[in-house]
């Protein structure tokens, strides 16, 4: 497996495997990788001849400095995961690799990107969508592979290619969770043990939600409501947003749900009883399909129909 | 010569001349071609070997829908323009092809954008370097070639590449210009026979004023207000800007100047003595060169040195 910190090196590197037909799969990651990362790894090597991984905690997408500098960065580790996944190139450019002294250029998504966390955090898919394309220019894949978890950015991030022309096929992958359902991501090491079991509060709202759309209710003011319920049994936890949207759109769903319909929830957790330390911002999602009455995502422990 | 219209097919015969090692020049152009244009596929052709011109007039570009609707279009010309030229393709989209429907995405520059044409034309820089950007992404070229005429235009495509880390050499193209010394430009058709008499003003400010730091004057406000009178000579002629500017910074020049530096003009002009009919703007510069008293752009009937 090769290291590369330089983009000049990076894109030699691609110009030559493009040559000689390679296809190249890129996972774009900030790191503190676990089996959710890895899952697009496996997900990307099916798309392509090589697998290449971005291993870059991102500045500019952090709307809070305590997040960006509290981000956990352990590239060693990283590299060794990447190594025994079959990796075959890690990108770990530093910051000025990637934005030169006095860049001043950005890449805006301007619709898809003003609500839920858009909404919440001021700048951070322009950050996104800029080191984004950043990286598809370094690393000039065939196919890119992103993460579920991240719904919205996975939107922002297809329109952007799409609009900007990118010849890059965007692949989604399947959100990975842990055995008591809550959803694999880096920021979970971050919960004290009693905000780490409180967090199962997500996966249950979306559990429960999924279940009651499977047994007919289509009211958006209920299925949000019963969301809130389980989120707010869980007394660390904090509601951001709980929302249901179009799935393309990300407008505002209706108040009689009919199409599938997207559950998004984002809740800040504080990770210690007594107060202390930044909260921790939790996400996770669901797309529930009211048309033939059945979710599309099963977690393993959900107990819809 | 081919002539490719869409997108896909473009980015297919770029990887395959790319993976037969052979380098793309790209000039970008929204057709009405003359011979500033041709002299920019003669740079391409010097540094690399083939040489692409893309012809699209970008909507997103025009602050005013008249100097849109205006602008000359001309394919078949600019076609046989091209041929002669030995231009080997033409890439000539629909408006679909490079803003798909309900496109959002916007690449921008921030500081570079602000002054000059930018102050003029609220939006332009930003369609710029969406559209090259685009551009870039669709021809995947080694090289592209600008003309130094759009000044500005031009160190905001080097600053965007440069941010975003596009592996493209920008090159920027010497100013060609009529025989009475006014400047190549798509919109001089625009202008009526006294207007196009009187557009000579802008030629003749650069000229008067490089002639002046030349014997050693130093005062900008001297050296603009130079430059102003022979503008508004010119009884159709209506200022939009006289500025001297640090020629990479763009930031405004000090009173007393001693390094190089950008005059930059941009007037417009009543095509009709009447006042009749939609403003021709016509824009010019020079990099005058005080340290060392001498100008880097000689122009034919220029009389400095």
Redesign the interface.
Known sequence: MKVVES??EL?RLS?EE??R?QRIALVPTMGALHAGHLSLVDAGRKRADQVWVSIFVNPTQFNEANDFEGYPRELERDLDACRQAGVDIVYAPGVDD???QD??????????TLPLCGASRPGHFRGV?TVV??LF??AKPHVAVFGQKDFQQLAVIR??T??????VEIVGGAIVREPDGVALSSRNVRLGPEARRQAVALVQALDAVEAAAASGERDSGALLALARTHIESAPQARVDYIELRDPDSLETAPETLAAATLLALAVNFTPDPSGEGADVRLIDNRLLSFDRSRATEHHPSGDSQ
């Open positions: 983009r000049l894109q110009d493009r040559a037909g990637v934005y030169p860049a001043q250029t950005w890449v805006d998504v301007e619709t898809l969508t394309a950043k220019l370094a329109q952007m799409r609009d900007m022309g990118f010849d």
